[in-house]
């Protein structure tokens, strides 16, 4: 029996949409959970794509209500960088695509 990786995913950007969500959902063995974006419109575009059923516009309610084993926060680091400190003080398994500095 093979273990699933739940992942919740802040982020529905381009770059998330054309790398990061089929990258992930073409692996067997990880669930994108939820899904958490500002951008409304991005959210349900994104969700609907890949078939996620939870949805945010708050990364923190997700994180609490969902209890991923991890998060990708995909973004530029001048906006994401409070997301992902917050996300390791949380001691949340953190993946992200940029070098951690701003």
């Known amino acids: 029996m093979t273990e699933t990786t739940r992942i919740a995913m802040i982020g529905a950007g381009g770059m998330a949409n054309n ?3 089929p990258s992930l959902a073409s692996f067997a063995d990880v669930e ?3 899904i ?10 994104t969700a609907d794509k890949y078939q996620v059923d939870k949805r945010y516009t708050n990364y923190r309610q997700m994180v609490e ?3 991923p ?4 926060v995909i973004g530029p680091p ?3 960088y409070d997301i992902w400190v917050w996300s390791l003080q949380q001691g ?3 993946c992200i695509e ?4 701003i």
């Open 36 to 45: 958490c974006d500002l951008d409304v419109n991005r959210l349900q575009t």
């Open 98 to 101: 940029k070098p951690m500095s």
């Open 92 to 94: 949340l398994n953190l």
């Open 32 to 34: 994108i959970t939820a």
């Open 78 to 80: 001048h906006y994401m």
């Open 65 to 67: 209500e969902v209890a």
């Open 69 to 72: 084993d991890a998060v990708y």
């Open 19 to 21: 790398v990061h969500y």
